[in-house]
């Protein structure tokens, strides 16, 4: 496992970044500094000569920007979206489709939830389906959060899941039948020129179960529940530090 694995530390060439917001250990940090903890950490996880996935989102935003200190390391790039690809390439970087890389060497993605089973809830950004391909021909998933995404029972965070236009009502007629109250998300249109239904009071004590069950109503194309293909590390950022889930 990393160095950083249970450890509170920053790289040298972070830390003025992080201060004076994080002059001492037992200050509270606001979210953004634990978003670039956490993105901090997840580079441990990058091998040279690495084919990296990298997912969508603020926390992988911090990420990003940390990737030019470590261009040597990498060898070609997979975006979970062309919010991700626009931020890549403006800093250098040629985005490389999953079709001509074949296999995944790290996928590094945040989330919305967390459980310490490593099981998420992801699609709060809308890349969900893009995002589930890549972290499924990952050889590693990393995860990174702050300590705001980790719960008991995943639920909390309105679960989306990603629909053909056609089937928009009848996977929200399912979706009510299951006890939860889908919101379509209005005036959004997924890269996949989809729509997406943001299902709210939805408990989810079994997330394997629940995502089968809605990965089978028909016009469903992807539901943000990443349970049968869970993280292999979460990395969350707290006011302590870094703790580290998985391996």
Not at 25 to 39: I, P, R, V
Not at 96 to 102: A, C, E, F, I, W
Request: glycine letters at 8%; one cysteine or more.
């Amino acid at each position: 496992m990393p160095a950083s694995a249970g450890m509170f530390r920053f790289g040298s060439e972070f830390s003025d970044k992080l201060s004076p917001l994080i002059s001492h250990q037992s200050e509270t940090m606001d979210q953004k500094s634990k978003k670039l903890l956490a993105a901090q950490a997840s580079l441990d996880y990058i091998p040279h000569g690495a084919i990296l996935g990298v997912g969508t989102g603020s926390t992988v935003n911090e990420l990003i920007d940390l990737l030019p200190s470590i261009n040597d390391r990498i060898q070609a790039v997979v975006s979970s979206s062309r919010a991700t690809s626009d931020r890549l390439e403006k800093l250098g970087f040629e985005v490389s489709t999953l079709n001509s890389v074949g296999d995944v060497d790290v996928y590094i993605d945040g989330a919305d939830e967390a459980t310490k089973h490593l099981q998420l809830i992801k699609g709060g950004g809308g890349a969900l389906t893009r995002e589930k391909i890549i972290a499924g021909a990952s050889r590693k998933f990393v995860c990174i959060i702050d300590d705001s995404k980790q719960v008991g029972m995943l639920g909390k965070f309105p679960l989306p899941i990603e629909v053909i236009p056609m089937a928009q009502a009848f996977v929200a007629r399912k979706m009510v039948k299951m006890r939860g109250q889908p919101i379509w998300r209005e005036n959004f249109v997924t890269d996949n020129g989809n729509h997406i239904l943001d299902v709210h009071n939805l408990q989810i004590p079994n997330p394997v179960e629940m995502e089968t069950r809605i990965n089978q109503i028909p016009g469903v194309v992807t539901v943000g529940l990443f349970a049968h293909r869970p993280a292999d590390v979460l990395i969350v950022a707290s006011d302590t530090g870094i703790r580290v889930m998985g391996n």
